[in-house]
């Protein structure tokens, strides 16, 4: 699915439900030209596979690949919590000419948040120290059910909308790779020519597909990715990366500001790494990122703003609501606190990094991206207990952590009252003593050569002084 350029008004995703299978609907007599009729195609493409939103840039697409490609198109549109109504993009295709059997819209809100974000959020991943990864996670998913339809399909290529400036040209197509070796990939914006909103409008015209009055009149002044875990604005104004978005760009979250003036306290329950309930309600995956963006808004957490490097090299300003998304990162350091071995979190924090630059660059396929998750997953066994989180005006309070079955901190060792023997505080003598051992080593052999470099620099400085003296000496002898 391509970002989309929307208006800045108040919207939020819908709550998640389990998902539904989509029912075929008949088809009605297409406004537009049918299909161009399967056949050899330009470079032997017969049929692909789209990423279909159904908005204007996806259904330029879908029109191009009929015309430049003659070959026969399904369009896939995925349902990931993006807030919109997704059922509109099949009375489009079928407009458009694509037969009833080729269009699958699908609710996969339930497969993202369990499969991929709090896997991901296992991990507590965190590219270049602030982005939690709301778009990045999101398009391995998309590759995968785009090439499983092509599968089932027996299609030749897949397309997609994202632009060759972009990361995502980069994630679907690695991910389509990793699953389908020899999937053909078209990627209609590194090959059309339609790189301007006036030729792109007047493609729409050419061919009668519907242009919304705000995108013919200037559009708005950013584009936006939507899903379940977050909302992206980037581009047109956003540019600057001086210039502080408006107010009413925001959709998920109120402004700290304007947040209640009361705090509020929930309670996260944990088992092996994820949250399985709130306030004592069980909820699946889905659910509980609803309940908590719903939360995170209401007290106006999740903004950022931030200017981040590329994969393909530049650099990019974009704004980003994760508000559900930053209590479970909260959440999930403060259970790790009680239940995990100091080194495990170290060496979990030392590989961070790198696993959030895997799923960034779109590498969530690759054999050291399941590695490392195999070894992530390990450490969750024990990650079990409830987290009670203060939520207040943008910020977020750990007040409470526990596990009966897995914590790892021993009051009675930690107390700085009488611990009954439990702690021999002598012990801490030797323990300083061994880990000094080298810092007081190091620290002789400096003082040593200190010492010996002292008289060399004092003989050095004899002929000088020698010299000094005789010309003053001259400098005294009469005329």
Known sequence: MSKTTVKATKAAPRAAQAPKAAKPQAASAPAAAPAAVAGQGKQGVKKVVLAYSGGLDTSIILKWLQDEYNCEVVTFTADIGQGEEIEPARAKALKMGIKPENIHIEDLREEFVRDFVFPMFRANALYEGEYLLGTSIARPLIAKRLVEIAK????????HGATGKGNDQVRFELGAYALLPGVKVIAPWREWDLLSREKLLAYADKHGIPVDFKKR??????SMDANLLH????GGVL????????????????SPEKAPNKAEVIELTYAKGDVVAINGVKMTPAQVLTKLNELGGKHGIGRLDKVENRYVGMKSRGCYETPGGTILLTGHRAIESITLDREVLALKDDLMPRYARLVYNGYWFSPERELLQGLIDKSQETVNGTVKLKLYKGTIMCTGRESATDSLFDPQI??????GGAYNQADAAGFIKLNALRLRIGANVKAKRDAAAKPARKTAAKPAAKKAAAKKAAAKKPA
């Open 414 to 419: 930690s107390t700085f009252d009488d611990d």
């Open 217 to 222: 009149k200037g559009g708005a002044p950013y």
């Open 231 to 234: 909302i992206s604005y980037e």
């Open 152 to 159: 089932k399909s027996k299609a030749d290529a897949i397309s």
């Open 239 to 254: 540019e600057d990366p001086n210039f502080e978005p408006e107010a009413n760009m925001w959709r998920l979250t109120v």
